[in-house]
């Protein structure tokens, strides 16, 4: 019988060996580990052994979500996750050797392509869906606003700890990710009583220090699987058009609406915690009706 996570040995392995002998950040493992579980949970339906497994495997896997759901980046992310995976289990004597060095994803260029994210009124329907009772509906309402108005990645949403949050002071303290640092943005009203909605109603009473955890025990910290999923539901619910459904069309989305708002390059840049201000730049692709400029960046005029 076919496992909810197949391989799992093989992943909680891997994912020791970049902690402990390679040094990987929580991001690139989570990152890592995500990608190579979907290949193995897609290579469990042939009901082989991984010892089995060769590069036509891999190409094949790589060649179904580019026509499915994954834009070029996240195939070129995926190559590489599943080349360090494949290193390892080469390692480890899992599978054949010479696989890893096999495996390619496709060349991504710098603002190739445009950005791809719901329209603002999209994202205001899909908050607007997450204002029923349960707890899945108060953690999604959550982490959707985070994500829509702050521009965060899943991995930077998924680190937050309760004590990121001074409810006093009204602000909120983030690890931005690619070695942006710490940065400290005013908590949106909004923003925060969802938070605090899910925290006394949705989250539930565990050990564990991170805000947004699993509603079922074991209380882990979610990983960016699950906001991918939580997201991808959503949209299908509400009939959203949108080829790409994962966490960072949000970030997309922010951005936009800031750009149309009369927000300069440098201004996303810094507030998305791009190391690049020039990497804002793809959202100028988008036909944009720039005739207004605004004196503050207002973050709260985004909902």
């Known amino acids: 019988t076919q496992t909810p996570r197949p391989y799992a040995g093989y992943l909680s392995d891997f994912v020791s060996c970049m902690e402990n002998e390679r040094g990987f950040s929580q991001a690139s493992i989570g990152s890592h580990c995500w990608k190579a579980s979907q290949f193995l949970r897609w290579f469990s339906e042939k009901n082989l052994m991984l010892s089995a497994v060769s590069i036509a495997d891999v190409e094949e896997f790589l060649a179904w979500k580019s026509?499915?759901?994954w834009n070029r980046k996240s195939v070129s992310t995926a190559?590489?996750?599943?080349?360090?995976?494949?290193?390892?289990?080469?390692?480890?004597?899992?599978?054949?050797?010479?696989?890893?060095?096999?495996?390619?994803g496709p060349r991504v260029y710098q603002k190739d392509g445009l950005p791809e994210g719901p329209t603002w009124d999209d994202v205001r329907r899909l908050v607007k869906n997450a204002q029923g009772p349960k707890p899945t509906d108060i953690r999604a309402r959550a982490l959707l606003l985070l994500l829509a108005v702050y521009g965060f990645r899943s991995s930077e949403v998924t680190g937050l700890l309760l004590s990121d949050f001074d409810w006093r002071s009204e602000t909120?303290?983030?690890?931005?990710?690619?070695?942006?640092g710490r940065r400290q943005y005013p908590l949106v009203h909004e923003v925060g009583d969802a938070v605090l909605d899910y925290i006394l109603h949705g989250r539930p009473r565990c050990e564990c220090r991170n805000l947004f955890?699993?509603?079922?025990?074991?209380?882990?910290p979610i990983g960016p699987g699950v906001i991918w999923g939580i997201m991808s539901r959503r949209f299908s619910k509400l009939g959203i058009q949108c080829r790409r459904r994962g966490p960072h069309t949000l970030r997309h989305a922010c951005a936009t609406r800031l750009l149309q708002g009369g927000a300069s390059f440098k201004e996303i840049?810094?507030?998305?915690?791009?190391?690049d201000a020039d990497s804002a730049a793809i959202y100028a692709?988008?036909?944009?009706?720039?005739?207004?400029?605004?004196?503050?960046?207002?973050?709260?005029?985004l909902l």
């Open 269 to 275: 840049g810094d507030f998305l915690g791009h190391r």
């Open 213 to 220: 955890v699993n509603l079922y025990p074991p209380h882990h």
């Open 79 to 104: 190559a590489q996750a599943l080349r360090a995976f494949f290193r390892h289990a080469e390692l480890r004597a899992w599978c054949q050797p010479g696989i890893a060095k096999l495996i390619e």
């Open 172 to 180: 909120l303290t983030i690890d931005r990710r690619k070695g942006s």
């Open 285 to 301: 692709k988008v036909d944009l009706p720039m005739l207004r400029q605004v004196a503050d960046f207002d973050l709260g005029g």
């Open 67 to 69: 026509d499915t759901c």
